[in-house]
């Protein structure tokens, strides 16, 4: 069974730019959630989608969204770019609300 | 919120010994408590899990206990082994991972020395 994918696995943008991360979740699970990890706050929980539906949210700004396709696959989005946003963004998907499976992560440099 | 302290940021250990990690958590209410080995340039993998209602799971050379009454609970790593070098991070959440979001521990850098 395939795993979690995550395109692209690095990116770079400037400040004001706005970016697009997608993730495919194993096949079957229909939770993706997204968390973002940066070396100072560690991982944090970002947002969670299920069957297209958010069903919670951290604490980030409304310039952090996401949405979640039909077939489980799902997007997010950071408008605005802050050189703080550099960070490996990170998708896990789970079909049972608990085992949650991680994506490789995509790597976000804001210049 | 949940806040999760994880101890210690850095753990070396002689090949053949063991590693203990310990987090403690703060909402009472959570239940799901797994830990995750993050290598370099890779997601977090789930290496073992542990709920509420038991106090301790083994899994070949891992084990995690957990205390529900101080709020802590910690990973065993017996006999350890160069591939286990690594970022570990432990977690916790409440009724349902997936909806409440995990919250993490800031992650223990795991050094097996050969």
């Known amino acids: 069974k395939a795993g979690v994918t995550q395109t692209p696995r690095y990116l770079i943008k400037t400040r004001g730019q706005q970016v697009t991360l997608s993730c495919s979740p194993i096949s079957g699970h229909r939770s993706v959630s997204w968390y973002q990890q940066t070396p100072g706050q560690g991982l944090q929980f970002l947002f969670e989608y299920f069957s297209e539906t958010q069903r919670n949210k951290g604490n980030f700004p409304g310039r952090f969204s996401g949405r979640q396709f039909s077939n489980s696959r799902s997007e997010m989005n950071v408008s605005t770019l802050e050189l703080g946003d550099s960070a490996l963004y990170l998708c896990?998907?789970?079909?049972?609300?608990?085992?949650?499976?991680f994506g490789p992560g995509t790597r976000l440099t804001v210049l | 919120g949940e806040n999760v302290e994880q101890h210690p940021s850095t753990l070396s250990v002689q090949e053949g010994d063991s590693a203990v990690i310990k987090c403690t958590y703060s909402?009472?209410?959570?239940?799901?408590f797994p830990w995750y080995k993050q290598e370099l340039g890779k997601g977090p993998q789930l290496i073992i899990d542990i709920r509420s209602n038991v106090g301790e799971k083994k899994d070949q050379r891992i084990a995690v206990t957990l205390n529900k009454t101080a709020k802590h609970f910690s990973l065993h790593i017996t006999e350890t082994q160069p591939e286990d070098s690594a970022v570990y991070f432990c977690?916790?959440?409440?009724?349902?991972?997936?909806?409440?979001?995990?919250?993490f521990g800031k992650g223990t850098h795991l050094i097996i020395q050969p």
């Open positions: 977690a916790a959440s409440g009724g349902g991972g997936g909806a409440d979001g995990l919250t």
């Open positions: 909402d009472s209410a959570s239940n799901y």
């Open positions: 896990a998907s789970s079909s049972d609300l608990q085992w949650q499976y």
